[in-house]
Nanobody, 125 residues
Framework: QVQLVESGGGLVQAGDSLRLSCAAS????????MGWFRQAPGKERDFVAT????????RYADSVKGRFTVSRDNAKNTVSLQMNSLKPEDTAVYYC??????????????????WGQGTQVTVSS
């Protein structure tokens, strides 16, 4: 079992930056790929970014490419999402999740075994 806890959400203005963190416990963090997803009210949970177990491979949704950066620190059991140039359409609850899958498959929510509780990000225009 892996427990995940997100932090760092908040209310910001368009163009601002925000850094989300996800702390893992209870499992072998360094053996899991990690992903970030987001869900806006009334919408499905969408893929944002994923990073491989060793940090060597990352993948981003087209909507955040060039603005968001995912990173991890296996020594600290954390994964982060640096979000720059935020837009109102980035407003959502952001979730981190853990998966044993790699590559394109790791963009699919159903491939993730463990999820955090989510953190709200609100971007005002």
């Amino acid at each position: 079992q892996v427990q995940l806890v997100e932090s760092g959400g908040g209310l910001v203005q368009a163009g601002d930056s925000l850094r989300l963190s996800c702390a893992a416990s209870g499992g072998t963090f360094g053996t899991y790929g990690m992903g970030w997803f987001r869900q806006a009210p009334g919408k499905e949970r969408d893929f944002v970014a994923t990073i491989s177990w060793d940090g060597s491979s990352t993948r981003y949704a087209d909507s955040v490419k060039g603005r968001f950066t995912v990173s991890r620190d296996n020594a600290k059991n954390t994964v982060s999402l640096q979000m720059n140039s935020l837009k109102p359409e980035d407003t959502a609850v952001y979730y981190c999740a853990a998966t044993k899958y790699l590559g394109a498959v790791a963009t699919v929510p159903s491939r993730y075994s463990y999820w955090g509780q989510g953190t709200q990000v609100t971007v005002s225009s």
